[in-house]
């Protein structure tokens, strides 16, 4: 029962940030090209992360959520390599591509073995 919990508290925080990108979504054409890219990483993220509220069972729920703002994590770490200069935050993103992308595939990995019924 926890898990369900934890699971509906973190969809139901996406959505309130879904609510916000879908307001936000407006001032896209007058941002920069890194904002815009943001703003699409976020929204198909959001997007990905409520696919696991068709879900149900808690477990698949879980890591179809989790999948979508991992490789949402992994976008943004791109764009952090593409536009941003300090080798600090550049250093993180290398890490988070690399420890994300191995969550990702074991996801995935269960996904696969673990269909929907």
């Not at 307001?23 to 904002?35: I, R, V």
């Not at 949402?72 to 890490?95: F, H, I, N």
Request: aromatic share 4%.
């Amino acid at each position: 029962m926890k898990r369900i919990y934890t699971i509906a508290a973190l969809l139901a925080g996406s959505v309130c940030l879904s609510v916000q990108a879908a307001e936000n979504h407006h001032s896209t054409t007058s941002t920069s090209p890194m904002q815009q890219d943001y703003q699409r990483q976020m929204d198909k993220m959001h997007e990905g992360m409520m696919a696991g509220m068709k879900e149900s069972n808690p477990d698949r729920a879980f890591a179809v959520g989790m999948l979508a703002h991992h490789k949402g994590a992994v976008d943004m770490a791109q764009s952090e390599l593409k536009y941003g200069t300090d080798p600090k935050m550049r250093a993180l993103a290398e890490e988070i591509i690399k420890a994300q992308q191995a969550e990702i595939d074991l996801m995935e990995t269960w996904l696969k073995e673990h269909p929907a019924k």
